[in-house]
């Protein structure tokens, strides 16, 4: 497998974001394109967030992002606004494998030193390490298998199958 770098502006957040606070569960009841639900990402949390993220973006947070509800359109939201990477410190398990399925990268580590704007490089191989630009500190990052690797490089567990499934 080849190691790939790909660079983002951080977009802080805390802890224990559950993922009402990431698009309100009224918001599928309108719509479930990623286009419209983007609009309404973070909205009771930082309701400039929508209009300010750009693609590419990188959201971090610290404990427990994505609890609550395991409502599959707060990750369609989050990729619908062009992020690709979640880095926190842990992830509910029903986001991270949301995630997973839906082509986030969901990646774990340290986020403590990570400041909102901070420019950062990820390389995503067989180690995965986070360096901040303004602190030069690299994070290494809890790895994440290969085969997970693959589903996420793919766009997702439904992108992966049409590929390689022999259904």
Do not use: W
């Not at 390490?129 to 809890?142: K, P, S």
């Amino acid at each position: 497998m080849t190691s790939r770098s790909i660079k983002g502006t951080a977009r802080r957040f805390g802890d224990d974001i559950n993922t009402d606070y990431i698009i309100s569960s009224r918001r599928k009841r309108e719509s479930l394109d990623p286009d419209v639900l983007k609009n309404y990402l973070f909205e009771t949390l930082a309701p400039e967030f929508a209009a300010s993220v750009a693609a590419g973006d990188v959201l971090v947070a610290g404990k427990n992002f994505g609890c609550g509800s395991a409502m599959e359109v707060a990750v369609t939201a989050v990729i619908g606004a062009g992020i690709r990477i979640v880095l926190a410190q842990s992830f509910a398990r029903t986001y991270f494998r949301n995630a997973i399925n839906n082509g986030l990268y969901p990646i774990e580590c340290d986020t403590s030193q990570i400041a909102d704007g901070d420019t950062l490089e990820i390389e995503i191989g067989p180690r995965i390490l986070v360096r901040c630009t303004r602190n030069d500190r690299a994070i290494e990052a809890a790895p994440i298998p290969h085969d997970i690797l693959k589903i996420l490089d793919a766009g997702g567990l439904v992108p992966y199958l049409r590929k390689h499934s022999t259904f």
